[in-house]
């Protein structure tokens, strides 16, 4: 409730709503893992598994979404910032592929391992701001990717 009433600034809400969009499915995620295998050759194989474990991540998170069936929040007299997603709400796909992504190709950029994760909290932090998310919702989301980018980078 206070990040959608006293902490509201329309220029944070545009910049937000933004990057959100390049987190729709995962898709700056894999971007970055494509670039990845586009300028890291020997390892090209690793950065597209990498890649690849964002829309199983999202897959799985789907799941979960359907297993729990929570509605997205609404809040009397204060509009979500941008479109609504018609899906469920928990937990947060954004937060678990962008935790996933963090985990994966942090593992194979050690020195983007943190801004990789500051990016996946960054993401996180925007769906409840926006107003499409609970705050458990992004919690749930981040727990999710992180133990599942840990598990398929252990596979990998």
């Not at 297993?67 to 929040?73: D, I």
């Not at 769906?127 to 980018?149: C, E, K, Q």
């Amino acid at each position: 409730m206070l990040l959608r009433t006293r902490l509201r600034h329309r220029g944070l809400e545009r910049a937000l709503a933004r990057y959100a969009w390049t987190g729709e499915y995962g898709r700056i995620w894999i971007a970055l893992a494509l670039a990845g295998a586009a300028v890291d050759r020997p390892r090209r194989a690793r950065w597209l598994r990498a890649g690849a474990g964002v829309p199983v991540t999202l897959a799985l998170n789907y799941c979960v979404k359907r297993l729990v069936g929570r509605r997205r929040p609404r809040l009397d007299g204060i509009d979500p910032t941008g479109p609504v997603p018609r899906s469920l709400s928990f937990p947060s796909a954004h937060a678990a592929t962008s935790f996933a992504a963090a985990a994966l190709l942090g593992a194979l950029c050690r020195p983007l391992r943190v801004p990789l994760h500051v990016a996946a909290a960054v993401m996180a932090f925007s769906r409840p701001y926006l107003g499409v998310h609970y705050p458990s919702d992004v919690l749930a989301g981040a727990a999710v990717g992180a133990l599942i980018g840990r598990a398929l980078g252990r596979l990998g």
